[in-house]
């Protein structure tokens, strides 16, 4: 009989962290217009993406975010200022 490992369970917080790992990771190091240009990029991101209930794949991490953390469109400017690094 094989053993199966059991699944550590993923907090919010955990995901949230995950999500800012990878749409922030080069905002400490960005300087001037880069880091402007990288501010923007993360902003677009939430809006067309991961905010967005109408979007084809980002739809379901929308409706998480919404219901889980209580981010949406509306105030996606609140969720970039976030800083989990």
Known sequence: MVALAQATPVMP???LAAVFADLSRFGR????AQCEKTQLSVQDKLQRYLLNTNHPKGKDKA?????????NLS?????????YI
């Open 13 to 15: 917080d955990d995901i």
């Open 63 to 71: 409706i998480w975010f919404e219901k889980a953390l209580g981010f």
């Open 75 to 83: 105030n996606a400017d609140n969720l970039a200022k976030q800083d």
């Open 29 to 32: 190091i960005a300087k001037g």
